[in-house]
């Protein structure tokens, strides 16, 4: 979610009032909206640059406010002023109007057909007659910055260009040329620059590098010129000096490049409604004219007005209330949703302002509506129906597989889902046409240009990158390639493959049957035709001549196996001999990684699913409890079902994370079903109720939960052995017994105490990744020892190859642990973004 930071004190001016820190908390939980942090800019500094460079920061308060995505008109103080004062019914939303210019002639752009190769569409307005001050203007050029990051997409989709109308004279020509052709003064500098020079010159710039790969392969660049021949902008790189704005600036020319002209749109129509309040004539834009190629001619802003209708039916039944159209009309207005009711049943008619482009559906217009309602007022019901989650089928067969694998002594890699046509193809022997490749319309490196058909690529390039690691290495994947299939709506689908690879001085063809022959074994697959798995003889370009074999599974192939062809492995710049093993993994499920299944999947062959069903032979529930004592109560009585209610709370079953006896047990000792009042133990007895005719199989319990009936004895019943005739003195002996015990404890825990407490330390071993290769790790290293805490020593570290040239820092620490966690510990080193990308626990032992 992006972050909006405003000065508290301005804010509090701008909304005509003051908040305590609690308050405005609370108000922008009602607005929808987090308030994420408290803090001042000296304070961000001294975090991020250290306590010497924050000396001369402000000590201004700063909110830090997470506002939802897709909401653009809340990303400047100004939008999200009047968003929260028309929440608070003191404002009422304001109209947007687009007007000719006094002259009645319009600011033009003339799009010419050379932009077609780079960034074919513009839009244009004018603000005329605004007033700035220091925190107007400082606000504008931040929502630039935030819309270039969010809705432009890093200006990839729209770059914003902004320049004192005052300093230049239309009509204006957005066209495209040559790097060298281009000359201009960019902004904040003395000189003039070409083109090329620029892109050069922003190459070591912070800010700027970020935005060159957008257009430095193209053969024009687009720019920007007024009549006199002044560049005004190369988007999406720089502005010129020339037309800078300043707080002097009356009349702002904006204008939008884009790819995409719906964002532009949308970029344009935020930025003139969140400050057209600062001109002479408030929320009043003047229009400009957009002409294209083509001759067609266009008036920007839109500021477009829309209306929807829908039913407060629909809402109350959403969201769970009861309300009138009345009402929600109201609550919908309050969140710049004018609205009212049509007359006509229930049916609301909402106005849907220019500043709402998130509004594309009438779930939308509904989750404003609870907004406004207030999520803590809306009733809590229990849902009527339930459902229990399990892991997908094909997913819990993986997980399995990767332990048995890892156990076997191959590590697992993980790679990437696309590659280049040459992997899958030439430097594997085939023809890129043979491999029924989902190619990439639009690839922006020769890296990823197809989707992978095969896992073997990716692990031969995983050995190139650590050659230099100890032999043998023997790695294994098991993750999805993307196939054709015309059945499919999107013309493909995915499938679950493993994969494995031996590479050492000799073949090592038997070590991959071996592993073959142990991944069947844990299938409960047998080494039979027919029913089983076998294999024999086949050709394959991969391979080498006579050393490869197809597999067959109950008579369908699922996979090969066998020793590399040598012109396969030099290609991917190996020296050693490599034997491997693919093969496709869905067919031991007996149903496609696309079909819910209800039930947990076996570690063995299934073709079929046999679901259980009920039979004469199996017990039926009780209809009586043989005992309704539990540790939680008596479950006859409601203080027994209250407690059993709040032990559930938080748990889904009675003992450990899966159903067991134990829940059987306790579900048999309810004598009906709980009412609605006990939600929590009525999700439970309904989930286990559905294991009715599985009983017999649940795993036992290992505690009692439900206790022994408890019989009233009965002269009848009374032996002679029961029966005390002379007066025992028992109870006396018991009672002294019992004095003697607490005697003994109580000595006992004295002299315990005298004892020194032990301290509980363990050690951990780190994983601290970085973002690429080019990433400084020894200022990484001493980023990560720069975190000191109280019971942590930090002790060795090495760099770890991980593939493609990039390595990791395994760092070893001893913590104390009532006083350091993993989890403190990760947060404190991932703060270092601009250096480490995560951090993972590679060990943990106690000492």
């Known amino acids: ?64 406010i997470d506002v939802p995505a897709n909401r653009y008109d809340l990303l400047c103080l100004e939008g999200l002023v009047r968003g929260l004062q028309v929440f608070k019914n003191k404002l009422e939303a304001p109209r947007y109007k687009r007007l000719s210019p006094d002259n009645g002639e319009p600011q033009r752009l003339i799009i010419t057909k050379e932009t077609a190769a780079v960034r074919p569409y513009a839009v244009a307005a004018v603000l005329r007659n605004i ?31 902004t320049h004192d109308l005052d300093t230049i004279s239309g009509p204006f020509t957005y066209t495209a040329k040559a790097p060298g052709d281009i ?40 720019v920007i010129y007024d009549s006199n021949g002044i560049v005004l902008s190369m988007p999406p790189i720089i502005n010129g000096d020339h037309s800078r704005i300043s707080l002097k600036t009356k009349n702002v020319f904006i204008e939008c490049t884009a790819t995409d002209l719906t964002k532009a749109k949308i970029v344009l129509d935020m930025i003139v409604t969140m400050f057209s309040g600062y001109c002479a004539q408030p929320f009043m834009v003047e229009q400009a004219e957009v002409v294209y190629p083509d001759g067609r001619t266009c008036i920007y802003p839109e500021l477009a007005y829309r209306k929807e209708k829908l039913s407060a039916e629909f809402i109350n039944k959403k969201v769970g209330i009861s309300e009138s159209a009345e009402r929600i009309a109201q609550l919908l207005t309050r969140m710049c949703l004018l609205s009212q009711p049509t007359g006509i049943s229930d049916e609301i008619e909402v106005e849907i302002p220019p500043t709402r482009p998130d509004i594309i559906h009438a779930c939308d217009i509904m989750e404003d509506a609870a907004i406004a309602y207030g999520f803590n007022k809306i009733t809590r019901t229990t849902p009527s129906t339930y459902t229990v989650a399990n892991q997908f089928p094909l997913n819990k067969l993986t997980e399995l597989l990767r332990q048995d ?19 899958i193809a030439d430097k594997l022997g085939k023809k890129i046409s043979e491999t029924g490749a989902i190619h990439i319309s639009n690839p922006k490196t020769a890296e990823f240009q197809v989707a992978r058909t095969t896992l073997l690529p990716g692990l031969l390039k995983t050995i190139a990158a650590n050659k230099k690691m100890p032999l043998p290495l023997k790695l294994f994947e098991i993750s999805d390639v993307v196939l054709k299939d015309e059945s499919k709506d999107v013309g493909a689908r995915n499938s679950r493959r493993f994969c494995a690879i031996y590479y050492n001085k ?29 294999i024999q003889a086949a050709d394959d370009s991969t391979f080498f001549p006579g050393r490869c074999a197809e597999i067959f599974v109950r008579g369908t192939s699922v996979g090969r196996l066998g020793v590399l062809h040598p012109d396969v492995i030099s290609s991917f710049d190996l020296t050693m001999p490599c034997s491997a093993l693919e093969m496709d993994l869905e067919p031991f499920l007996g149903h496609t990684a696309e079909i819910l299944l209800t039930h947990d999947v076996p570690m063995q062959e299934t073709f079929k699913h046999p679901f259980p069903v009920p039979s004469p032979s199996q017990p039926n529930l009780p209809s009586r409890p043989p005992s309704t004592k539990t540790v939680f109560g008596d479950l006859s009585s409601q203080a027994g079902l209250k407690a059993l209610n709040d032990f559930l709370t938080d748990r889904s079953y009675i003992e450990g994370f899966t159903v067991s006896q134990a829940d059987a047990a306790v579900f048999d000792a309810i004598p009906s079903p709980p009412s609605q009042a006990f939600c929590h133990l009525r999700r439970w007895y309904c989930h286990i109720k559905s294991f009715q005719t599985e009983r017999a199989r649940l795993p036992s319990a ?34 002294e017994a019992a004095r003697l015990r607490e005697q003994r404890l109580a000595e006992y825990a004295a002299k315990k105490s005298k ?51 990039i390595k990791k820092l395994q760092i070893g620490c001893v913590v104390e642990d009532d006083k350091v966690g993993t989890d403190l510990l990760e947060e404190a080193i991932t703060a270092f973004e601009e250096y480490v990308q995560s951090v993972d626990v590679a060990a943990f032992n106690k000492i």
Not at 14 to 39: P, Q, V
Not at 140 to 158: A, G, M
Not at 405 to 423: H, I, M, P, Q, R
Not at 506 to 534: C, N, S, W
């Open 506 to 534: 000799t073949p090592g063809f038997e070590v991959i049957h071996g592993l073959l022959d142990r991944t069947m074994q844990l299938l409960e697959v047998k080494a039979v035709r027919g029913e089983g798995y076998h």
């Open 702 to 735: 290992r505690s009692q939960f439900v206790l022994p009936p408890t019989l009233p004895a009965s002269p009848n019943n009374m032996s002679e052995d029961d029966m005390d005739l002379f007066g025992s003195d028992d109870d006396e002996e018991s009672a």
């Open 131 to 161: 007033t700035f001050t220091q925190e107007r203007y400082d606000s504008f050029i931040e929502l630039q910055e935030k819309l270039h990051q969010n809705i432009c997409r890093k200006r990839s989709l729209v770059a914003i260009g």
């Open 405 to 423: 694998l890892a156990a076997a002594g191959f590590t697992e890699a993980f790679n990437f889902a696309l590659c280049s046509k040459d992997d």
């Open 1 to 64: 979610m992006p972050t909006v930071g405003v000065k508290r004190d301005f804010l509090f001016k701008a909304l005509g009032r003051t908040y305590t820190d609690e308050e405005f908390d609370e108000l922008c939980f009602e607005f929808g909206l987090e308030l994420d942090e408290i803090t001042s800019e000296r304070e961000i500094i001294s975090k991020e640059q250290g306590d010497s460079r924050a000396s001369d920061a402000s000590d201004v308060i700063l909110y830090k």
């Open 183 to 222: 000359c201009f003064r960019p902004l904040n500098q003395t000189k003039e620059y070409t083109a090329t020079q620029l892109m050069s010159l922003y190459k070591t710039d912070s800010h700027l590098k970020h935005y060159l790969p957008i257009i430095e392969d193209k053969p024009v660049y687009p």
């Open 755 to 805: 004892k020194p407490a032990l301290v509980a330390k363990s050690s951990i071993l780190l994983d601290v990744k970085p973002w690429d290769d080019e990433t400084d790790m020894a200022k990484m290293e001493e980023c990560v020892r720069s975190v000191a805490m109280e019971g942590l020593l930090w002790g060795q570290s090495k760099l770890v190859p991980v593939g493609y040239g």
